[in-house]
């Protein structure tokens, strides 16, 4: 049976060799930019790219501001600082996510804990954490703490996974009654509407990745959204050794990062850019094409976008019968010229999170052993 799958996925990418899971494309000008960056000098620190990304991701997701940074994690990690998160506070995430939203909340010195997701978004359930609060958590004069550790509970953080938004709507109305600040880990959804808003602008902070694997790319890079004008110029500062603007003087006024993505990634990304929302639609036809094949495969599931949601379908993925299955899948299509892979490992299953606190994660535990990525590259050839 798997030989059908395999042989559809060859011919939807029009390829007999190894189809990967998610290739870059570059069809726009980001010779052109790159070039003009070298011919001018301006590959670094200063030059007309970074300004120009910066004010067009933030008219793209309607963000009051956009800053970049050199990659996704460091995007997170200014964001965990900028909501006010210290050594030994909790933070409320996911344990199903790649690892670096994790390491933001660790470089910190803070402590992930890991709350369940929901079946239909595979991302952080509101539901699952405003149960988790009521059980545990307590908020003492605007401080929402946890009742067992005595530890602060400052930020949460969800992920919109493969692209798919959580209900970030009513994620917010819970951390705003708790008094936690919400933080979005949105690196795979750039793109992703929910309610017909851009994700990543919900919270207090919203981080876009753009990996080389993600829906469109800087080599390497990230993005911060605030719809708070104030934070989002607190962060430019912060990104960029906090140094005091000055023709020749370097004065610092605080602990700085160099966070700032260079001229040369910022061209790349201004001409990706222009063609994402071709990318996005090319992906929703792939998507909407796996939707109508599977249904006619016993025991796959692929997984559709949940509701109130346009989804970029960055990452597709299918939801095997057991982990048994899931296994065989995984070896037969990657044996058969079809990359695939498993959900990333669970966090709570890593070594350095083991001891953190959950709540069961019933849903997280079941979807990973069954969760398979399928290839997702945009396919410009109908
Ligand atoms: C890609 C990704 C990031 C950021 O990764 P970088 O490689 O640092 O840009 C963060 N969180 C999630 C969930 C991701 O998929």
């Not at 290739?23 to 010779?31: M, Q, R, V, Y």
């Not at 070039?35 to 301006?42: G, L, M």
């Not at 954490?129 to 009742?147: F, G, R, T």
Request: glycine share 6%.
């Amino acid at each position: 049976m798997y030989s059908q799958i395999t042989d559809f996925i060859h011919q939807l990418f029009n390829t007999e060799e190894t189809v990967p899971l998610h290739a870059p494309l570059f069809i726009g000008n980001e010779k052109k930019y790159l070039n003009e960056c070298i011919d001018t000098t301006f590959v670094s620190s200063v030059g007309k790219f970074v300004d120009r990304f910066e004010e067009e991701i933030a008219a793209y997701t309607k963000a009051k501001k956009a800053v970049v940074c050199v990659s996704g994690t460091n995007a997170l990690h200014m964001a965990m600082m900028l909501v006010g998160v210290k050594r030994n506070d909790e933070v409320l995430t996911q344990a199903l996510t790649f690892i670096a939203t994790c390491n933001a909340i660790s470089y910190i010195g803070a402590h992930p804990i890991f709350i369940d997701v929901d079946m239909e978004t595979l991302g952080l359930s509101p539901k699952a954490v405003k149960k988790w609060l009521e059980k545990n958590a307590e908020v003492k004069n605007n401080v929402c703490y946890n009742k067992k550790t005595g530890r602060r509970i400052k930020a949460c953080v969800p992920m919109h996974t493969f692209g798919h938004p959580i209900k970030i709507d009513e994620l917010v109305l819970i951390c705003n009654e708790w008094h936690i600040e919400l933080v979005e880990d949105a690196a795979e959804s750039i793109g992703s509407l929910y309610k017909g808003q851009h994700t990543g602008t919900f919270g207090k902070v919203g981080a876009i990745s753009f990996n080389g694997n993600k829906t469109i790319t800087t080599g390497g890079g990230g993005m911060l959204l605030f719809q708070d004008k104030e934070l989002g110029n607190l962060a430019k500062h912060l990104t960029t050794q906090a140094k005091i603007p000055h023709r020749w003087a370097f004065v610092h006024d605080h602990i700085g990062y160099n966070y700032r993505m260079p001229n040369i990634n910022a061209a790349l990304g201004c001409a990706q850019l222009e063609n994402l929302d071709r990318y996005i639609e090319k992906k929703r036809e792939t998507a909407a094409i796996y939707t109508e094949f599977f249904k006619n495969i016993t025991d796959i599931t692929f997984f559709t976008e949940p509701e109130n949601s346009r989804s970029n379908y960055w990452l597709n993925a299918v939801i095997l019968k057991d982990k048994a299955a899931q296994q065989k899948f995984l070896e037969y299509t990657n044996d058969h010229g079809i990359m695939t892979r498993p959900v990333w490992e669970l966090m709570n299953h890593l070594e350095m999170f083991k001891d953190c606190e959950t709540d069961g994660l019933k849903n997280t535990e079941w979807l990973a052993d069954r969760i398979v990525n399928i290839p997702s590259s945009v396919r410009l050839k109908a």
